[in-house]
């Protein structure tokens, strides 16, 4: 139809190898239930992959459809739509951390020794800092993960990486969450091996722990939500200035990451979801 303008429809249809019969028995066809519903299902599906500000693939759109829409469609079928659509999510890539060891630093013991599992919320978390470029120098984030819900329960930003910035998202995640006895898990870092984040810690209860040197798989769920953020915020916006970039960070972890954002590893769950359909579980089982 794009070149009707330029050839007869009697020219095309014999280039194509189609009756004109043919073709105008198509061009005259109701759609068929199953063009209907596609139709029904995409226009959600765009929805869906605006809402993620477009870094959901099929799964979590899949998975979307099924528990907030209540359609159950294969996920084959929502694949096929967003490829027609022109619709894709995006990938992770490795993040850089910037944690230094102090060369007289007295680390903590390892009190997890690579058993990143966690019954319930609060009994192990996991920190680490990155940096998040700006047109004006970078800043700096710490974070504290749940690693039972993966759900960002402190952070901070600041323009330096000096021991204030722990500080300040370990007292976070203290001010929140009220732990009692919870493990606090870090690389060798010379703002986590610092006396006033020990005292810190000791003043909270708060059980620090420590992972080896140069072994990554010691935080990789702390480099799981670096690569994620740089990849659904960090890759896809330029800020100006540190305010700008603490805003955006600020609004993507407590308006979406948390509340929102579906995790394979969560039966593409959000973490508060995650978490309230835990503490449904328990008082249920209570009574």
Request: net charge positive; proline share 4%.
């Amino acid at each position: 139809m794009a070149h009707q303008a330029e050839y007869t429809i009697t020219t095309m249809c014999r280039v194509l190898g189609v009756s004109p019969s043919g073709f105008h028995a198509w061009k005259s066809r109701e759609p068929s239930n199953r063009a209907i519903e596609d139709a029904r299902l995409l226009k959600r599906i765009h929805a869906i992959h605006k809402r993620s500000r477009g870094t959901y693939g099929a799964p979590r759109i899949h998975a979307e459809l099924r528990e907030e829409h209540g359609i159950r469609i294969g996920k084959k079928r929502v694949a096929r739509l967003m490829r027609e659509a022109g619709l894709r999510g995006v990938c992770r890539r490795k993040f850089i951390t910037t944690t230094k060891r102090a060369q007289r630093a007295r680390p903590a013991p390892d009190l997890v020794n690579r058993d990143f599992n966690a019954e319930g919320p609060d009994r192990l978390w996991v920190a680490d800092i990155t940096y998040v470029p700006t047109r004006a120098g970078f800043c700096f984030l710490a974070v504290v993960v749940d690693v039972f819900s993966r759900r960002v329960v402190g952070w901070a930003m600041e323009s330096h990486m000096e021991t204030s910035l722990v500080l300040n998202a370990l007292s976070m995640a203290i001010q929140q969450r009220q732990p009692k006895e919870v493990i606090h898990h870090s690389d060798q870092g010379c703002q986590y091996t610092s006396i006033e984040f020990g005292a810190r810690c000791r003043k909270a209860g708060v059980r620090p722990s420590m992972g080896t040197v140069a072994d990554c798989y010691d935080n990789a769920m702390c480099e799981s939500f670096f690569a994620t953020l740089e990849c659904e915020l960090l890759d896809r916006y330029r800020y100006d200035n540190h305010s700008q970039a603490m805003s955006s960070v600020f609004e993507y972890i407590e308006g979406w990451y948390n509340p929102h954002r579906r995790h394979s590893s969560l039966d593409y769950r959000s973490p508060i979801r995650y978490e309230k359909q835990h503490q449904q579980r328990r008082e249920a089982d209570a009574n």
